[in-house]
C-alpha cells in the first residue's frame, strides 16, 4: 500500500480528521452499527450502570449504551468523531445520559473503579501502547466490571492467543475470545469478553 493511501485510511477511519473524517464517520456509522449494537448487547448494560467507551468514532454504540444504561461515558481522540457523535446523541447528552470527551484508551481521564462495563469496538489496533491501554480499563472499572474488546479480525496485528496473555497481564480474568459471524460479506469479528477480579 502506497503512503499516500495509508494516509488516507488513517485520516479516514484510524484517527478521523477534517472532510476525509466525516466521510469515514458516516460510512462507520453505516457499516458498523451491526457490531456496535451487537457488542452492548454482549455487555447488556444494567439500567443502573455506567459504561466507558472507548473509540467511539460516530457514536452509533454509544448511543445504544445510553439508552440502556444509567450513563455512557464516550472518550475518543478525534475532535471530528467527537462532534458527530455529540450530534448523534444530543437528545441523551441534554437528559445526562451521555457524556463525551477527549481520551485514549490508555488515558481515559476516568475515575478508578468508577465504571461496570468497557467496550472497545475497532479501535484496539490503534491504542498506542496496549499495555498501558489494559492496565488502564483494568483501573477503572469497578471489581467484577466487565470488559468487551470487538475488532475486525484481520485488523488485528497479534494473534488471538497474545490479545488474551495481554488482557490477563493487565488483571483480568475470565478472559475469553470467540469469532462472531455477521450476515452477508462482512469479515469474522474477534470478540474478546474479560472480567476485573473482586
Ligand atoms: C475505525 S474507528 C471505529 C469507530 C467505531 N467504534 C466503529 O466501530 O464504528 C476508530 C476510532 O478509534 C479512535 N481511536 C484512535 N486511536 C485511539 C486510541 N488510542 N484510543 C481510543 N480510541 C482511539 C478513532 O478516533 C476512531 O474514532
Same mark, same amino acid.
Request: charge should be positive; hydrophobic fraction near 40%.
Given at each position: 500500500m502506497t503512503n499516500a493511501l495509508m494516509k488516507v485510511l488513517d485520516q479516514t477511519f484510524a484517527h478521523p480528521s477534517g472532510r476525509l473524517g466525516e466521510l469515514g464517520g458516516k460510512l462507520m456509522a453505516r457499516m458498523n452499527a451491526p457490531v456496535e449494537e451487537q457488542v452492548v448487547s454482549l455487555a447488556?448494560?444494567?439500567?443502573n450502570e455506567t459504561v466507558l467507551v472507548i /473509540?467511539? /468514532?460516530?457514536g452509533v454504540g454509544l448511543r445504544a449504551a445510553g439508552t440502556r444504561a444509567a450513563l455512557a461515558i464516550g472518550v475518543d481522540p478525534s475532535e471530528t468523531m467527537l462532534t458527530e457523535a455529540r450530534h448523534r446523541c444530543a437528545d441523551l447528552i441534554a437528559d445526562g445520559r451521555v457524556q463525551l470527551r477527549h481520551g485514549t484508551a490508555a488515558a481515559t481521564g476516568q475515575d478508578t473503579a468508577s465504571v461496570d462495563v468497557v467496550i472497545s469496538v475497532n479501535n484496539v489496533r490503534f491504542w498506542e501502547d496496549r499495555r498501558a491501554a489494559f492496565a488502564e480499563l483494568a483501573r477503572v472499572l469497578r471489581p467484577n466490571g466487565r470488559l468487551v474488546v470487538s475488532i475486525t479480525?484481520?485488523?488485528?496485528?497479534?494473534?488471538d492467543h497474545e490479545l488474551v496473555q495481554e488482557a490477563l497481564a493487565a488483571g483480568f480474568s475470565d478472559v475469553n475470545v470467540a469469532l462472531q459471524r455477521f450476515p452477508g460479506p462482512a469479515p469474522a469479528v474477534l470478540q474478546l469478553t474479560a472480567r476485573v477480579s473482586p
Open positions: 447488556k448494560p444494567a439500567a /473509540g467511539p /468514532g460516530p479480525r484481520w485488523m488485528l496485528p497479534i494473534t
